[in-house]
């Protein structure tokens, strides 16, 4: 089941980052950030199009269409989707489910096997 922000929207980090460099930009009245924001947009969208949801898609082919369908990539969604999709939880077991962006990055899997160890600690 998706959970948090991502019922709202696809990427709520990228529009996060570009949302605060447009709310500094209306702070500032500096025409500059507003044309920072477009190109970092413009980054963020090539990357979501060419890496990101191809990954996801292969990922999880089953899950991924109909989340698409009912979440936006970026506009937020005002009431928050409840649809089935990306249920990560019995997908993985009893291993907590991951942010879109953890799977692609790999970093959730790189953790697990890794562990958290603390120094003097014992597990």
């Not at 969604?77 to 953890?102: N, S, V």
Request: proline residues 8%.
């Amino acid at each position: 089941m998706v959970t948090g922000p991502y019922r709202r929207v696809r990427n709520p980090i990228y529009v996060a980052v570009v949302a605060l460099i447009l709310a500094r930009r209306r702070c500032s009245r500096n025409l500059r950030l507003a044309a920072y924001a477009a190109a970092i947009w413009l980054a963020f969208h090539l990357f979501v199009l060419v890496y990101e949801e191809p990954t996801l898609r292969r990922a999880f082919p089953d899950d991924y269409a109909p989340f698409t369908a009912a979440v936006p990539r970026w506009l937020p969604r005002l009431r928050p989707w409840r649809g089935g999709g990306l249920d990560l939880a019995a997908r993985h077991g009893d291993r907590q489910p991951q942010a879109p962006c953890e799977i692609v990055a790999g970093r959730a899997s790189r953790q697990r096997r890794v562990g958290h160890r603390r120094k003097g600690r014992r597990r």
